[in-house]
């Protein structure tokens, strides 16, 4: 099985074509997925968003592994 990823935009007609490689022989069969990724946010959203992360639980223990992994690094001089 051999997986080749095509990015378009949907156009105004709603008809996307398919690009298939030369190498692939006519006749074969060929599995077709859409997956739409989400809509641009808006700025305010992003802010939003972000507003919510300060305060999810998740989040602040990556962060606080994060900051214990460059603890010791982070004494290092940089020169």
Known sequence: ???IRQIVRIPRN???RI???E???EDELM???LLVKKGKQNFKEKIKELKKA???PMYL???KAV???FEYVDQEGWE
Do not use: C, G
């Open 19 to 21: 690009k298939v490689p």
């Open 61 to 63: 223990e990556d962060m």
């Open 67 to 69: 900051s214990q992994d």
């Open 31 to 33: 599995e077709v997925i």
């Open 14 to 16: 709603h008809e996307v």
């Open 1 to 3: 099985m051999e997986a």
């Open 54 to 56: 300060v305060k999810d």
């Open 23 to 25: 190498h692939i022989a």
